[in-house]
């Protein structure tokens, strides 16, 4: 009998621990809280420096007040670790109460906080993190970032429509850079083009020059790379380093590996590298002028990357809603994030209401200097697939 009481009381303890969020924002009438994950520390620290000062930027120019109350956000660094990114999000929706979770700078990180958001009906709005099924982990995850797969399949499309044949793919190794290779390897060889061989490195402190020295020795026509915001600059210096970039082997790439937030400090060996992607600071766009402006004036000339656009589209999602909901949380904030239809920095965009994810333009760049701005590296856009959803989700 004392085992049963037991049980019960436990189950009854479980279930306050997670009070439904649409119950405690409607009787509250003091700040709306959002809880803000990110990797300040560690290998992704550009990450997280990019979306922070993205959120700070949207607060400066659009208030802290939504619906008649206060916004708070409370920022927290999870080093990009999952474990403490999901200590850390059950301590925001506890004891802080948010209405929203976001941030969520690498897969592992978005994944581990899934059933959280899940058992406390919190709407988790993931900024960075790129794996195709995140979305599918929770009903309550909205995405305004972008997939791989939505990058990948076009830069192979454009590759087998170049005279490009014979082709070596090179991806981190884990959730993102599957669906990198999965789908580059789908599209090109769906378009006639033969892969040699699949390389992966470690997400952790990767050393290039043991799989570098395989495209050396093969020879292909090029090299396919996806590689985490932050890791583009050291693979660049060992791709000159084994002389790749003067061998006649073109690189291709996913835009993160051009990241924005890089680029001035890769030198020539990125130039004429043609990547895909879903947002450039080059962007000739009249939102996005005035954005890059905006954010380079509040943070001492640092270029906004594909993140920093990421974290200030989720913060115009977050407020919307909550607009929409008067300051409720829960599903029916949940339910005001599906649909959005807006210009952002990067060009039109979609929530796509059945799968919660960013439908985008997705844009053909090549690296080049641009004299207009500082004769410094740009990804400068030069064909653009149109309203791409997630190829991820139809397969």
Excluded: C
């Amino acid at each position: 009998m004392n085992k049963k009481r037991r049980l019960v009381g436990q189950a009854i303890l479980a279930a306050l621990a997670f009070p439904s969020s649409a119950l405690v924002q409607a009787a509250d009438t003091g700040p709306i809280k959002i809880g803000l994950i990110l990797p300040m520390t560690g290998q992704s620290a550009s990450t997280g420096r990019q979306i922070d000062a993205a959120v700070k930027l949207w607060v400066a120019q659009n208030g802290n007040k939504v619906a008649g109350r206060t916004v708070e956000v409370i920022l927290k660094d999870d080093g990009a670790v999952p474990d403490a990114t999901k200590r850390i999000a059950q301590e925001l929706i506890v004891n802080d109460k948010v209405s929203v979770i976001a941030g969520f700078g690498i897969t592992p990180t978005a994944l581990a906080t899934a059933p959280l958001a899940t058992q406390s009906k919190t709407p988790m709005v993931v900024m960075a993190a790129a794996t195709s099924s995140i979305t599918q982990a929770s009903d309550f995850i909205v995405r305004t970032s972008f997939t791989l797969p939505q990058v990948a399949t076009p830069i192979a499309d454009w590759a087998a429509k170049n005279k490009i044949k014979r082709v070596i793919t090179l991806v981190a190794d884990y959730g993102p850079g599957f669906d990198a290779e999965k789908f580059f390897d789908s599209q090109f060889r769906l378009d006639g083009g033969q892969i040699l061989d699949k390389l992966r490195t470690p997400l952790k402190a990767p050393d290039f020059a043991p799989v570098l020295q395989k495209v050396v020795d093969a020879k292909p026509d090029a090299l396919f790379v996806f590689l985490p915001s932050g890791q583009g600059a050291a693979f660049m210096k060992q791709f000159a380093e084994r002389g790749l970039d003067k061998s006649g082997v073109k690189l291709i790439s996913t835009g993160d590996v051009t990241d924005d937030d890089q680029l001035a400090d890769m030198g020539d060996v990125a130039l004429g590298v043609v990547n895909s992607h879903h947002y450039s600071a080059a962007h000739p766009s009249a939102v996005n002028k005035k954005f890059v402006e905006a954010f380079q004036a509040a943070n001492k000339g640092m270029r906004p990357n594909f993140m920093a656009v990421g974290g200030y589209d989720g913060m115009r999602v977050i407020y919307k809603a909550l607009e929409t909901t008067k300051g409720e949380g829960g599903d029916k904030l949940l339910n005001a994030m599906k649909g959005q239809i807006f210009e952002s920095p990067r060009g039109a965009v979609l929530i796509d209401a059945q799968t919660r994810d960013i439908v985008q333009d997705v844009y053909i760049r090549k690296v080049e200097r641009v004299p207009a701005m500082g004769n410094g590296l740009y990804n400068v856009e030069f064909d653009v697939i149109k309203a791409v959803k997630d190829p991820g989700k139809q397969k």
